[in-house]
Every structure is written in structure tokens, then in C-alpha cells.
């Protein structure tokens, strides 16, 4: 009898992960495969960003899987990172169609498959990772088609494995037809859309199973071997709810977090002034940003939202450590073109405290709420709640024009302000938000330009 435990999108949630360890342990045994189907390195994290990935290597060996894919967020602090820590874990990193941009050559560190041999069976077990070239490209990074990596795995390895196994970061939907398409792969770990599944999927013979987001379940498929036949037993996700943590990992968690702050913790520079923050009120360090990514990007004005930034900073020492606490997102700095009559809605929104206070969830996003916007080169004048007038930067806002603007990947998909996604002409920058924080926080005429008000109230 075949166990197989998964995991999938643990997002560096690493306290419920030595949870899920504590299952681990009690569950597996000599006839069990252990895996993980991507993300669960995220640069979020201290520990992850402050050892370049290397933390993520050594919880994974500890609790012994046998492989994972390399998901969107094993890539998010860039190439070099990847294969470093790709190259420096026990723990097979997989990926069939991940590569050198332009380039028909494996990344250093990573395999596209492994073979291993479990209940007397060898069992082919491969990766995909999520084809979000538009960013990869930044990093030198292009994910192939799917379909053709596949196919070259399957032909290369025919006649030398007995099973088929798939660990798929490109969701539910593309594994379903992935399903339909390869009669070879017999069974398919998937992630990055987030499906918590009651039970298995059989599409034409093919097992399906995914267990959710952030290490709050086990997955764990129990299968029955029949000459050349796997025959599911049973297929469950095991919740995390009223189980201990798992010692060894939150001892590998001290010692990587004391490793890290230090790390992190070396002085870039000082700064004179507090910068404070808000969700909801107009606030210096976000009024910073949109200054900086005003000055970064030629452009027409820059906003940004407050909830990107999830605190202020004290005058005295700035270090990555502090920097990455305030701005943890994996966000963009991002150029598009829009009509002035989105920008207006756009900003009236962000005077209701339903928008500012709504949930942020999103892609990248790593605060909690959505937050106002900050604007560059341009002011606002409202009275009680209630836009007046806007100006990009001496002349009123025209409905009809279009106009270059600066901002994030966050906002160019309208996240949060649904109006912002009706733009044209994207173009992304390679750094992160927190890259620009860096720059530009050391510059003491951005911290005075700061304080001065954008949001313009007027008497009744």
C-alpha cells in the first residue's frame, strides 16, 4: 500500500507547517511519498529572505519530502537566489519548463524530474511551474508550454519508470486538462489556485488532489497497487486544528530567524525625521513612495495605496530587516496609460472607508487592508468626504485624456480600485516596492516633500 502526503501554497506560514510536520510524523512509514506542489518558500518571510531560501531547505529536509516544484514564489527574489538555494537543498527542486529566458537550458539547481522507487514500483515524479512570463521575464526567467514540456519528460523517460506522478503549481483547471490531454500521468499534486479538496478527482483515470493554502491541512492519498494499476483507497485533507507543533521545526525556525536579523539587521543609513503611518489618513512614508516611484518612472503623476505599506519607521538606523517588516509585498513598481475619468473614480473611492479598510487580498499582496491613495505631482480637494476637484499636477484633471501614470502591479490590476484596471501600455519594473523604499528614503528632500499635504481639505 502507496501513502501519499502533499502539501501545497504553505507561504512560508511555517507555524501551522510544524504542525502539519506533527502529522507527517505520525503518518508516514517506509511506503510513503512526500511532497510539496509549490510556493511554500515566500520571500515574505525573515527567515527566507534574511538566508537566501536556505531555511525553506532545511524545514523541508527535516521532514523528509522527497521532491517539490518550484511555484511563482520560489522566484520572487530573483534567478540567482532560485538556483542558490535550489543548488544548496538535500530536497529535489522540479521543474520541466523553467528556464533561462530565451534559452533552451535547465537552471542551475533545479531538475525537471526524478525517479523514485517506493513499494517496489518506480515512480516518475515531475514539476510545473506557472507560466507568469510577464514577471519572469524580469528575473531572466521563461516557464515553456506545458503541454511540450510534458510531452518531452514522458517521451525521454518512457520504458524507465512504472508510474507517473505530476506536481503541478498551474491550478486546478490547467490540471484537469493536463488530465484530459496525458493518458501517462497518473496521478497530479497540484497548487496555486488554493482548492481544498474533499476527496480525490478522477478525470480519465488520472488522480487529481489538492490541499488548500498556508499549511492549515495534510493532504494524504492512500492507493493500492494492482500489477499496473494504481487503485485509490482513500484521499483526504487532514486539518491542522488542535495539533502540537512540531519541535524540531520551531527550533529550526530560532535558529534561522537569529541568523537572519542578523544578517539583515547591518545599517544602510540613518534617517532624520519619524515617517509615519496610516491606513485611512493621508500619512508621510506613503506619500514617500508615490514621491519615489514619481521620480523613478516617467510619467504624468504616481499614486500608490497606503496598505502596501503595513507601518511607519522611526528616525535613526534604517536597515533590510526594517524594510522588509513595512513592505513585505513582492509588488512592482508599474507604468500604464489610463483616461482621466478612472483616475476620478479611482479617488473618490479612496475616500470611503469601506475601500481603504477592505481586505487587501491579492496577488503579491502581503498587508491586510486595500488603504487609501497617495498621490505625486497632482492634489486633491475635497469637503466632508466629498471629492471637489483633482489636479495632475497645476491643471485640472481632463475625463477624456489619457495619462501615464506610476504606480504598482497591485493597482494596475485594479485590485482594490476596480476603475484603475481599464489601462493600456503596462510595463513592469524588475525591483519590488521595497527596492524603491530603499532608494529613496535615504534622500532627505523626499522625506521633507513628505509631509506636505496632497489631500487638500476646504472649508464649506
Known sequence: MLKILHTNDIHSNYENFAKVVTLIKKYADSDTIILDAGDFADFKRLEVLGTRGCAANELLDYAGYDAMTVGNNETFNGKETLSYMSSKSTVPYLSANLYHEGLVEELEGLNRYVILEKVGKRFLIFGLSPNLNTFFELEGLEAKNYHRAIRDVLDQEEGSYDFCILLSHVGLVNDQEIAEKFDEIDIIIGGHSHDLMDEAEDVNGTLLHMSGHYGEHLGMMTIDINDDRLLLESAENISIKGVGADEGIVSLLKDNKERAIEYMSKPLYTIEEDLWHDVMEENPISNLLADALYDLIDCDVAFINSGVINGGIRKGVVNDKKLLEICPSPLNPTYFEIQGKYLREAFELSMEADTCMADGQGPGFRGKYVGKLHISNGYIEYVDRKLIQIYIGNEVLQ????????????????????????????VYNLEFLRDTLRDYLCKPDFIIKSYRDRWIKLDK
Not at 409 to 426: C, F, I, K, W
Open 399 to 426: 475625463e477624456d485624456r489619457w495619462y501615464r501614470v506610476a504606480t504598482s502591479d497591485y493597482l494596475h490590476r485594479g485590485t482594490g480600485y476596480q476603475p484603475l484596471s481599464n489601462n493600456r501600455n503596462v
